[in-house]
């Protein structure tokens, strides 16, 4: 198997931090090109979300450059100069954005956390895990969190 592309689907939890783990030792591993990938999910309504995934008043482009720096801060800065990766936002459903990176950026491996930021969002929605499983086009890997000591 030929993986020149792999892609980190992160959401900010610990268990996107695993998954981030695996992904980066094995984007050296391989010599591919890291693609570390957060999307904004739109929100239904405030009365049935967490509080803290309420998307604020702003513009939805400003959020989105907030969360990019985020990113960078949290994960970019995590990654070797020496290893090529990519850094990116997209907007919209999460399993449907990111089935689409898939497609568009030729990707080889995905690598994904068991559970994410849960709650409301995953009875309403489903695993994006498993969404992921099922549809994509390459091998996905999914990253369960260590047991607790």
Do not use: W
């Not at 068991?114 to 390459?138: D, N, Q, W």
């Amino acid at each position: 198997m030929d993986v020149n592309r792999i892609l980190c689907c992160v959401d900010f939890s610990s268990n996107a931090d695993h998954a981030f783990e695996s992904a980066l030792d094995l984007a050296q591993k391989y010599g591919a090109a890291l693609h570390l990938v957060h999307v904004l999910p739109p929100v239904i309504s405030p009365l049935i979300t967490d509080i803290d995934l309420v998307v604020p008043p702003e513009s939805s482009t400003a959020l989105v450059d907030k969360l990019a720096d985020q990113m960078i801060q949290t994960y970019g800065l995590r990654v070797p100069p020496r290893t090529d990766h990519v850094v990116r936002v997209l907007e919209g459903h999460v399993s449907s954005e990111i089935l689409h990176y898939i497609e568009s950026e030729n990707i080889d491996l995905v690598i994904v956390g068991a559970y994410g930021l849960s709650g409301v969002e995953l009875v309403l929605f489903g695993s994006v895990a498993k969404r992921i499983a099922h549809k994509a086009t390459c091998s996905v890997m999914i990253v369960r969190n260590p047991p607790e000591p």
